[in-house]
């Protein structure tokens, strides 16, 4: 499973967009992109993936380089209950697992 | 509405007890999956079920057992061979059909030893 590089925290104004980058250069073709986040004390809520195509639904949008090395997501209106824990994980179907790192801690100020 | 449940919310375990930790699931997903998520880390596989009557070892197995006789129940039990249970343990779900569908999970049960 390729493994995923994120940075450990991230700050954004209330109401701006938040990006948020994850590396993930050893992702092979048949793996997919993964977002998650999680509120301190409940279980990761499902956000959007992809594999290629850039992907977007009420929540985010999820941008994929054309190399497929990296990819970001986009919370086009940050608001306060935004403030998570986000995990990028790629997975390919005849995966079993989930290969999870430590996420990036975003933190959506007043 | 569909979900996952867990329960209890929150555990405790004396010296070599059993425990059992519940999840259910009514979104008629075929596959479940326990994880232990430890402060400061990600979260690790424990166990998983594809189907029915059916289930495989994850990464951190040992210590753990599960059963799977009905395709909404994947139950948790932390055995007193498990020597270090404290953690925060994370059940989810997910359709087979259709490709890389995503896990979905529920709200977890946070175990600690008195």
């Known amino acids: 499973d390729a493994k995923t590089t994120q940075p450990p925290s991230m700050d954004c104004a209330e109401g701006r967009a938040a990006n948020l980058p994850c590396n993930h250069s050893t992702i092979s073709g048949n793996e997919y992109v993964y977002w998650y986040r999680q509120i301190h004390s409940q279980g990761p809520q499902y956000i959007i993936h992809g594999l290629k195509n850039n992907e977007t639904n009420e929540m985010a949008s999820l941008i994929i380089t054309e190399d497929r090395k990296s990819s970001t997501l986009i919370l086009p209106h940050a608001t306060l209950r935004d403030t998570a824990v986000y995990y990028c994980?790629?997975?390919?179907?005849?995966?079993?697992?989930?290969?999870w790192g430590l996420g990036t801690s975003l933190a959506v100020n007043p | 509405d569909g979900g996952i449940t867990q329960s209890p919310k929150y555990l405790f375990r004396k010296e070599g007890q059993n425990v059992t930790l519940s999840c259910e699931q009514n979104?008629?997903?075929?596959?479940m999956y326990w994880y232990r998520q430890d402060p400061g880390q990600g979260l690790r596989l424990i166990y998983y079920?594809?189907?029915?009557?059916?289930?495989q070892k994850g990464d951190i197995a040992e210590g753990y057992s599960v059963s799977r006789e009905k395709k909404e129940s994947f139950p948790l039990t932390v055995t007193s061979a498990q020597k270090n249970p404290t953690a925060f343990y994370l059940c989810?779900?997910?359709?087979?059909?259709?490709?890389?569908?995503?896990?979905?999970f529920g709200d977890g049960t946070r175990l600690s030893i008195l």
């Open positions: 079920s594809q189907i029915v009557n059916d289930f």
């Open positions: 989810a779900s997910r359709h087979r059909q259709g490709l890389n569908q995503p896990q979905h």
């Open positions: 994980i790629v997975r390919g179907d005849n995966n079993r697992k989930l290969i």
């Open positions: 979104l008629n997903h075929d596959a």
